[in-house]
Each structure stands twice: as C-alpha cells, then as structure tokens.
C-alpha cells in the first residue's frame, strides 16, 4: 500500500500561485509514477500532469501546459505541483495519485489516491 497526502491547497487571486505537494509513505517512493489531477463540482476527474518514478519524464494536459509544473524529490517521498497564472476555472479538489514506475494519463491507471486539496481561485 501506498499513502498519499497532499497539501497546500487553498484560496488565491487570479494570476497568483500556489504549489501543492504529496508526501507519500508505504511502499518504495522511487519505483512508482505519480500524478495529479482535479476534480470540480458537477465534472469527471481530470488528469493535469504526471512524471515518472525516476523523474526524467513529464507530460501535461494542454489545460495547463506552460502554467503548472510538475517535480518530485525521492529523497524527501514527495511530488509537487507548481501552479501558476491561476484562473478561475483552476478551482477544484486537487488528488495526488501513484502507479507503477511510468507516466501515465489515466485515472484508472492510478492505483492509489490522497484525499484532495481544495484550490479556490478568486477573480
């Protein structure tokens, strides 16, 4: 098993930042992939970015390529998520998600989630 919990949601301007992180314990942090994605009221889980375990490898949903970084520290059992240049339309409940060793896209590919983080941004 693999716990997942994230951290430093909250509310923000438009054009502001915030980074969220994931700190994971369990099972061997560097030999899984991990993600991040949202969900808003009402609309299904979006996949926002993902990096593999060694960290070479990124990819990026077009919603928020150029604006959201992704990175991990296997040192510290922990990935993050750097947002910036936030709208409105960024608000939701941000998950932390594992699988193994690669990047993937989908949310069914996930095998373990943390509970969510809300982001709000204001206009």
């Known amino acids: 098993q693999v716990q997942l919990v994230e951290s430093g949601g909250g509310l923000v301007q438009a054009g502001g930042s915030l980074r969220l992180s994931c700190a994971a314990s369990g099972r061997t942090f560097s030999n899984y992939g991990m993600g991040w994605f949202r969900q808003a009221p009402g609309k299904e889980r979006e996949f926002l970015s993902a990096?593999?375990?060694?960290?070479?490898?990124?990819s990026y949903a077009d919603s928020v390529k150029g604006r959201f970084t992704i990175s991990r520290d296997n040192a510290k059992n922990t990935v993050y998520l750097q947002m910036n240049s936030l709208k409105p339309e960024d608000t939701a409940v941000y998950y932390c998600?594992?699988?193994?060793?690669?990047?993937?896209?989908?949310?069914?590919?996930?095998?373990?989630w943390g509970q969510g983080t809300q982001v709000t941004v204001s206009s």
């Open positions: 990096i593999g375990a060694s960290g070479t490898r990124t």
């Open positions: 998600a594992a699988s193994w060793l690669i990047v993937r896209t989908k949310t069914r590919e996930y095998d373990y």
